[in-house]
């Protein structure tokens, strides 16, 4: 019980601050890249244990380990849909969408993002079910494919009208 004095204490007070603190994304991103480098640290002292959970209890949201496309939502869509993905490194990020034939329909550039979640409606790439030319695509399959940095990924849609 000695051995464990204080510690409940110190590990209760980021849950009380943590309502007070806001962070801006550079600061975000400093202490997640500080809680990535001590979760990768094989062996870790009280005291690196202690700044670890102090961490996780400021900023529980952590940056994703890998880029990845997720499932469009909803799926069949009619007319719209939103393609979620995460990134774990800015990217300068692009979506296509092809037809069955493998022709480009509609190029969406995102621009350059930073690394995160973008998985809800706000963040994630919405597409209106419109070609380039602003025509409405017939029903059917159609692929939509993701490119950020060096990371290209594809997946399957169905439009039902």
């Known amino acids: 019980v000695a051995g464990q004095f204080g510690k ?39 005291a690196e244990e202690l700044v670890f959970s102090l961490l996780i209890a400021i900023l529980p949201e952590r940056l994703p380990e890998q880029t990845q496309l997720l499932s469009n939502y909803p799926n069949p869509f009619n007319p719209e849909t939103w393609i979620p993905f995460e990134l774990s490194q800015d990217s300068k990020v692009s979506v296509t969408i092809y037809n069955v034939a493998g022709t480009p329909v509609r190029n969406i550039s995102v621009g350059y993002l930073q690394a995160g979640s973008y998985v809800s409606q706000l963040k994630s790439v919405y597409w209106d079910g419109k070609s380039d030319t602003g025509e409405r695509v017939s029903s059917g399959t159609y692929f939509y494919q993701i490119r950020a940095g060096d990371y290209t990924e594809t997946r399957k849609m169905v439009i039902l009208k």
């Open 8 to 46: 409940s204490a110190v590990a209760a007070a980021p849950t009380l601050l943590t309502k007070e603190l806001t962070f801006n994304f550079q600061q975000k991103r400093s202490i997640q890249l500080a809680m990535v480098e001590l979760e990768d640290m094989p062996v870790r002292s009280e």
